[in-house]
């Protein structure tokens, strides 16, 4: 499929979503927004590709947030839909079948961050800076935001991002567990394909399984988090991956994972 706002690459098992509005920082309007999901549902029957990598055009920006120009005409009733159409695409990323990691090149602000949250893991460059600035705005996150940040840093730092609208820098944003890495602008995708490639060569069943898993934790208690964990377990244990993993372990060889279930 042709988009207009984002460029998507297939290589080797990863896709490189690239959100492409450089002149505006990469701010999410509604066609991103279309576009973006349209993109994600293709790729979830993409069977030759195991792990999606989600970045910003050029290098100041990952996401500058929500599109402003868009955002000022909201009014009470539209918002509503705004805010669950983008929390929509966004739970559709977290619940995503296969791993996706964020590769924040820049800014990552509003709508931005918390698409990056979205993701299952997020790497950073040096110069990233991440914010949630709504409040300037007279407004609060609306893509889910407020959960997010939240369940990941604790309820007084998340508080103090959204009622400041500070932004900090991708130091500070792997001191408080926000990015999983920080690297040299110019190392950032080389070190996220790594990552991607690392991921693609095991059994993607078990990977799947290991989200729906980490998610559940989230939203139901220990216990049943527990009993969740249990019945994906069992599942595993019941492919060809599995025998192949154990056997090759055994054998003291590497493991081929085929990928058929
Ligand atoms: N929505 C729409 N346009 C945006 C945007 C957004 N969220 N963020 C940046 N842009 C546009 C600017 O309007 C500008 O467009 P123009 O050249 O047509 O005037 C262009 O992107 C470049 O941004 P600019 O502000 O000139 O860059 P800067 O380096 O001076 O500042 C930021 C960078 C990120 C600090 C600043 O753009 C900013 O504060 N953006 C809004 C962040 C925000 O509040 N996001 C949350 C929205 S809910």
Redesign the pocket.
């Known amino acids: 499929m042709i988009y207009q706002t984002i460029i998507l690459e297939i290589n080797n098992k990863n896709a490189l979503i690239t959100i492409n509005r450089p002149?505006?920082?990469n701010?999410l309007n509604a066609i991103v927004m279309s576009e973006l999901r349209d993109c994600l549902m293709e790729l979830k029957k993409n069977e030759n590709v195991s792990v999606i990598i989600l970045t910003g055009s050029g290098q100041?920006?990952f996401v500058?947030?929500?599109?402003?120009?868009e955002?000022s005409n909201l009014d009470m009733i539209s918002a509503k839909e705004f805010s669950e159409k983008g929390q929509g695409i966004f739970n559709l990323i977290e619940n995503f079948n296969k791993p996706v990691i964020a590769a924040v090149n820049g800014?990552a602000?509003?709508?931005g961050c918390e698409l990056a949250l979205a993701c299952h893991m997020r790497l950073a460059s040096e110069n990233a800076k991440f914010g949630q600035?709504?409040i300037?705005?007279g407004?609060i996150p609306g893509y889910g935001g407020t959960q997010r940040l939240t369940r990941l840093i604790n309820s007084g730092r998340s508080l103090e991002l959204i009622l400041t609208g500070d932004l900090i820098d991708a130091a500070e944003a792997y001191r408080l567990g926000i990015v999983n890495k920080v690297f040299p602008i110019e190392e950032l995708m080389n070190k996220t394909y790594q990552l991607a490639f690392n991921i693609a060569s095991k059994g993607q069943y078990a990977i799947r399984q290991a989200i729906k898993a980490v998610n559940m934790s989230n939203e139901v208690s220990r216990r049943e988090g527990l009993n969740f964990e249990t019945s994906l377990f069992s599942l595993c244990c019941g492919t060809d991956d599995f025998k192949e993993g154990t056997s090759a372990f055994l054998a003291k060889r590497k493991p081929v994972f085929k990928n058929k279930y």
């Open positions: 002149d505006k920082l701010a100041k920006a500058a947030g929500a599109d402003i120009s955002l800014f602000l509003g709508g600035p709504e300037n705005l407004l």
